[in-house]
């Protein structure tokens, strides 16, 4: 079964960059729509951006628009989330998910995901 592991996460200060990478022992991940969200303390669950599978058509949410921006990497068969100027408000676990259905804004929105990752926290200091 599908796994998604998510890494990269950590403690960085307001305004600085981190990139979150995604994969899955035993896939491509270039067959798959991924997607990452987050959830912050007290908060719902939030999609910020998803992929096509085969593609790389992309959503991202308002929130992160201008800010972040994912990526494939089709020899590490990994999928990335480069995350710049960062805020203290995007402070939360981050989670990959894989295997997504429909429009990349609808999966992202919805969501619609069949495998999820455990998560990696990003704590973002002011």
């Known amino acids: 079964q599908l796994q998604p592991v998510e890494s990269g996460g950590g403690l960085v200060q307001s305004g600085g960059s981190l990139r979150l990478s995604c994969a899955a022992s035993?896939?491509?991940?270039?067959?798959?729509?991924v997607g990452w969200f987050r959830q912050a303390p007290g908060k719902e669950r939030e999609g910020i951006s998803c992929?096509?599978?085969?593609?790389?058509?992309?959503w991202y949410s308002d929130s992160v628009k201008g800010r972040f921006t994912m990526s494939r990497d089709s020899a590490k068969k990994a999928v990335y989330l480069h995350m710049n100027n960062l805020k203290s408000e995007d402070t939360a676990v981050y989670y990959c998910?894989?295997?997504?259905?429909?429009?990349?804004?609808?999966?992202?929105?919805?969501?619609?995901?069949?495998?999820w990752g455990q998560g990696t926290q990003v704590t973002v200091s002011s």
């Open positions: 998910a894989a295997q997504g259905w429909g429009t990349v804004e609808s999966m992202c929105k919805l969501p619609l995901f069949d495998y």
């Open positions: 035993g896939f491509n991940l270039d067959y798959f729509a």
């Open positions: 992929i096509e599978r085969n593609a790389n058509t992309t």
